[in-house]
């Protein structure tokens, strides 16, 4: 088998066993995602979605199944080998931002960059200004997280995502915590990473940024029910749907 995708996995399971409950949070799973797509991963709550993005990202293994990362056999790492890939292969973005609010912006940004040991500290700080610069942040370098609106805050944690030129951008409801015109610019944000190359992974309630992606992932009870580019057929199941549950909303 050759392993060309960015991402290919086959057969993943994750079982969580909480005392005598097991939950099947992810049950054969298969996906594969090549370089440069800009995939959306929907489903209601509880479905799996995060938990998918986390042994995607490196931060949990699977119960079973193989993951291939860039053509690593993500089961043949060991816990070292897993951070020092997730550190330069990866950027995430949550919905709650993850800064550390005792360091400055410029320091967040800073922060996974000084774990590089191919990195000097010159490269690191041209790195850091230029992330400043592409989210637009740069007058708010030496401000500390609490002094920040939350958009700005999660521009930051783009920057931080996207400093050490990952090959892929994992975000989870990038814009769960965001009003309209915030999540609007994230939004944004993210479309000029594709554009640009990036790979990304976006978990999304929100319909209307899912369809701004090239293919629409969807899972139900841990598994993908349906997976097809976004064409125009797609956004008109999706808007049916979104149109059927405010109609039981309303009844
Ligand atoms: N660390 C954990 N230990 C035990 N069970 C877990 C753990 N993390 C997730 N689960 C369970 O696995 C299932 C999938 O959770 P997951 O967080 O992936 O869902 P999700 O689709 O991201 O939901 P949401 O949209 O609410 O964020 C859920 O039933 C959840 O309770
Ligand atoms: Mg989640």
Request: aromatic share 4%; glycine share 8%; net charge negative.
């Amino acid at each position: 088998m050759s392993h060309s995708a960015l991402i290919e996995l086959s057969g993943i399971s994750k079982v969580y066993s909480i005392e005598t409950l097991e939950t099947h949070a992810l049950r054969n799973i298969n996906l594969q995602v090549n370089k440069g797509e800009f995939v959306s991963i929907a489903g209601a709550s509880g479905c799996g979605k995060s938990t998918l993005l986390s042994i995607i990202g490196l931060l949990d293994v699977a119960s079973a199944g193989q993951y291939f990362l860039a053509g690593h056999d993500a089961s043949s790492l060991d816990r070292d080998e897993r951070a020092r890939l997730r550190n330069k292969e990866i950027g995430f973005v949550f919905q709650s931002f993850n800064l550390i609010s005792d360091l400055s912006v410029y320091e967040n940004i800073e922060l996974p960059l000084t774990y590089r040991s191919d990195l000097s500290d010159s490269a690191v700080r041209e790195i850091v200004l230029e992330s400043l610069n592409t989210v637009d942040m740069m007058s708010r370098k030496d401000h500390f997280p609490s002094q920040l609106s939350g958009g700005q805050q999660q521009r930051v944690a783009v920057a931080r995502a996207i400093g050490g030129s990952p090959s892929m951008i994992l975000a989870d409801e990038p814009c769960g915590n965001l009003d309209s015109k915030n999540a609007e610019s994230v939004m944004q944000l993210l479309e000029q990473l594709h554009a640009g190359g990036a790979t990304i992974c976006m978990v999304t309630h929100d319909p209307k940024s899912a369809l701004r992606a090239q293919r629409y992932v969807e899972l139900f009870d841990g598994q993908i029910v349906s997976d097809e580019p976004i064409a125009a057929h797609t956004k008109e199941r999706v808007l049916a749907n979104i149109i059927n549950e405010l109609a039981l909303v309303g009844a």
